[in-house]
């Protein structure tokens, strides 16, 4: 179960990637705009992009197998280096006098 949320992870994370490159910035219309319309300038409004929808599934998806690894691999048993050792009692301390505050005088 974890290697097949790793390779759905992996082959998202690489797809994300080149999805993000494949895409346009906002600023790559500025030019067309000043020899076409002056619309896209300010934003047409219209429908989403293909690559737009592509991008916001491949998120969700990233976001939901970045979760289930966490989930999988944060649940792991603690263990200590000290499982094997006997543990040993410390003695009491036998003085029955108390110890003097600093700063006081007598």
Do not use: N
Not at 61 to 90: A, D, K, N, Q
Request: charged residues 10%; hydrophobic residues 45%.
């Amino acid at each position: 179960m974890k290697f097949i949320i790793i390779a759905v992870h992996v082959s998202v994370c690489i797809a994300l990637i080149m999805i993000v490159l494949l895409q346009r910035g906002k600023g790559a219309d500025m030019g067309a705009a000043f020899g076409g319309s002056s619309q896209t300038v300010f934003g047409s409004g219209g429908a989403t992009s293909f690559l737009h929808k592509v991008t916001t599934v491949a998120a969700i998806i990233f976001m939901l197998t970045s979760l289930g690894l966490s989930f999988f691999y944060g649940r792991v048993g603690t263990s200590s280096i000290m499982e094997g050792v006997p543990r040993t009692e410390v003695p009491a301390a036998t003085s029955t006098e108390t110890p003097a505050k600093t700063g006081e005088t007598q």
